[in-house]
Each structure stands twice: as C-alpha cells, then as structure tokens.
Nanobody, 121 residues
C-alpha cells in the first residue's frame, strides 16, 4: 500500500508565500517523477511542476519565477515553495508520484488527496 500525504496548504494574502510538502510512504521499490498539479474551482486539473529522480524540472509558464519544486530522495518527499502568490493560484494542490512497488511491475502514478491553497486578502 502506498500513501502520498500533502501538507502546508492554507490561507495567504496576495504576495505571500507558502511551502507545500508531500511524503510518499509504503511499499516503494523505486520512485521516479514526483510533482504537483492543481485544480481551481470550475476548472480542470493542471500541471504545476514536476521533478525527476535526477533533478530535471518542468514548470507551467504561469508559475515560472515564483514557484520552486525540490525533492529529498532519501525521504521520498517533494516540496513546492510558492512565492509571490496571486489570487489565481487559489486551488486544491495535488501531489503525484510515479513509482514501482514490485520488481516486475511498471511504474504507476499515485496521487495524494490534495491540500487547499487560498490566496485572498
């Protein structure tokens, strides 16, 4: 059984900062790409940022220069530092991880339950 548990969401004023964390636990043989998606009210889920096991990073254009993704491979944890937050960043943020639980199995994407980020004055 694999679990991804997010933390760090909350209410912040425009221009403020938050740091999200997501720890993967359970029967993990190998962990590859980890990342963050978000879903705003009435909108589809969208990619925010991803980071591979070797540190290759991808951001959606709207967060470049404001958000920073990082990971601690020893802790199976991914982080998202969010600075200069805007009201349009308001969404439920979901952590994801592509991981292998058994040697002969393919990598599978697992999801956390999400953490709400609200940017409002």
């Amino acid at each position: 059984q694999v679990q991804l548990v997010e933390s760090g969401g909350g209410l912040v004023q425009p221009g403020g900062s938050l740091r999200l964390s997501c720890a993967a636990s359970g029967s993990i043989l190998s962990l590859n790409t980890m990342g963050w998606y978000r879903q705003a009210p009435g909108k589809e889920r969208e990619l925010v940022a991803t980071i591979t096991r070797h540190g290759s990073i991808n951001y959606v254009d709207s967060v470049k220069g404001r958000f920073t993704i990082s990971r601690d491979n020893a802790k199976n944890t991914v982080y998202l530092q969010m600075n200069s937050l805007k009201p349009e960043d308001t969404a439920v943020y979901y952590c994801c991880a592509d991981l292998q639980t058994r040697y002969y199995d393919n990598y599978k994407r697992y999801w956390g339950k999400g953490t709400l980020v609200t940017v409002s004055s």
